[in-house]
């Protein structure tokens, strides 16, 4: 069973940071991208960033230069680090891990961005 724990999530300033933390256990092999999504109240789900397993990165138009992703293979984790931080920011934050044609998601962490 493969299990994925998100952490690091919470209530910021605008202007602040914040850095979320997913990491994945259980018998989970060959892992290739690896990523984060978000879910506004009232919106669908929408990719933030995503990384290969050669650490090839993908962001959304909204957070480049403000957002980065990274990962630690020998630890099966996924990073997201947010600067400047906005209120249209505010989210649940799901990590998406897939390994070989499984796809697998954290159970959400929230990012409440006040003004």
């Known amino acids: 069973q493969v299990q994925l724990v998100e952490s690091g999530g919470g209530l910021v300033q605008t202007g602040g940071s914040l850095r979320l933390s997913c990491a994945a256990s259980g018998r989970i092999f060959s892992i290739n991208t690896m990523g984060w999504y978000r879910q506004a109240p009232g919106k669908q789900r929408e990719l933030v960033a995503t990384?290969?397993?050669?650490?090839?990165?993908n962001y959304a138009d909204s957070v480049k230069g403000r957002f980065t992703i990274s990962r630690d293979n020998a630890k099966n984790t996924v990073y997201l680090q947010m600067n400047s931080l906005k209120p249209e920011d505010t989210a649940v934050y799901y990590c998406n891990i897939k390994a070989g044609a499984t796809g697998y998601w954290g159970q959400g962490t929230q990012v409440t961005v006040s003004s």
């Open positions: 990384i290969t397993s050669g650490s090839s990165t």
